[in-house]
Structure formats: C-alpha cells, structure tokens
C-alpha cells in the first residue's frame, strides 16, 4: 500500500510540473487589444473563399454554456463557430452565429501546432467494409476529374481551459495554435 501511494504522490506531483503554464496570463489579457472598426454587414470578408474552397464549412463549432469576458464584451452561453483571422495585421478569432460575426476577439498567442498532434488528438473513423469500398470507388472517380472535388477543410481542434482568474481557449487550425483568454468574471 505504501509502495501504491508513494507512486501515486510521484506522479500527482510529476503532472503538475508538467501541466503547469509558464505563461503570464495578466500581461497576454491586458496586451491583448480589441478589434477597433467593425466589419460592414458584420460578415466576415473572407467567407465566401473558404465556401468556395472546401466541401464543407472549415469553422469548428464551439458551445459555450458559461459566460465569456473579454474587456467590454460579454459573449453570451450557445453555438458559435469560430474562425481564425488576420484583419489589419493582427490575428482575431471572430465568433460567428447564423452567418454573420457577433464578437470579433484578439488572439493572445499564437504558436505552430506540434507535429502529429492531430493524429495523437482526433477520433478515428471506422468503417465499414461496405463504406470502405464506396470510398475508395468515390476517390477513383475524384481522382479522375481532379477539378471538380473541393479539398477538405484544415483539422482543427477546440479545448478550454479554466484557471482561476481566466479562461483559456485554445484553437488548434491548420498549422496554427491560437490562445484567446477571457475572464470568469466581468470586473
């Protein structure tokens, strides 16, 4: 038993060290500058390419069931898809309901997505050997008339984080990772 709870103490100790950020969130929040114009319309510029592009959206959908705060924005609990953007030269992630932008937030970090995190990361899909065979019929037919078939959007994958004054939303989109911090309370 001693054994069991030396080891258990081992490796609650050795996750924490593991698990604990060297990031000083106060400095990212108060760096962070909002978006100052507004997009015309509230829709996105960029939207029509990314549905020209991709046989499906590219957005992940992301469901908040608490408030988010960001400076003066209150984002409210529901479904929102989020894109990653760079307008004016700096990088936002636009909260997106129905189409059109509600919320257009700063991103505090962004870094390269680590190699085969995707993979490490993402469910895989069975099939059966019936879908198996239709798809692989399908792709010989794609392959035949390259033009026609759309790509297929970049992963992406969504986690959130809470720590005690803020919460952390990290996008991983394509090659890229964005950290938008918002906080658990108004003030």
């Known amino acids: 038993m001693k054994k069991f709870l030396i080891f258990l103490y081992l490796f609650l100790l050795l996750s924490a060290n593991v698990y604990a950020s060297d990031m000083d969130y106060d400095a990212l929040y108060n760096a962070a500058m909002p978006f100052e114009s507004k997009l015309y319309n509230d829709i996105d510029p960029f939207e029509d390419e990314d549905s020209i592009r991709y046989a499906w959206s590219p957005y992940p959908l992301f469901r908040t069931s608490a408030f988010l705060y960001f400076k003066d924005y209150t984002i409210e609990p529901g479904y929102y898809s989020i894109v990653p953007r760079t307008l004016k030269g700096n990088d936002y992630i636009l909260f997106k309901q129905n189409g059109k932008v509600q919320f257009i937030i700063p991103v505090a970090k962004k ?64 090659e890229n990772k964005y950290i938008a911090l918002f906080r658990r309370s108004p003030y």
């Open 111 to 174: 870094e390269k997505t680590p190699l085969n995190f995707y993979e490490a990361n993402t469910p895989k899909i069975k099939k059966t050997k019936w879908q198996k065979f239709t798809s692989a019929v399908r792709e010989k037919f794609y392959n035949t008339a390259k033009d026609s078939m759309r790509g297929t959007p970049p992963s992406s994958v969504v986690n959130v984080e809470v720590e005690v004054k803020y919460i952390i939303l990290t996008l991983y989109y394509g």
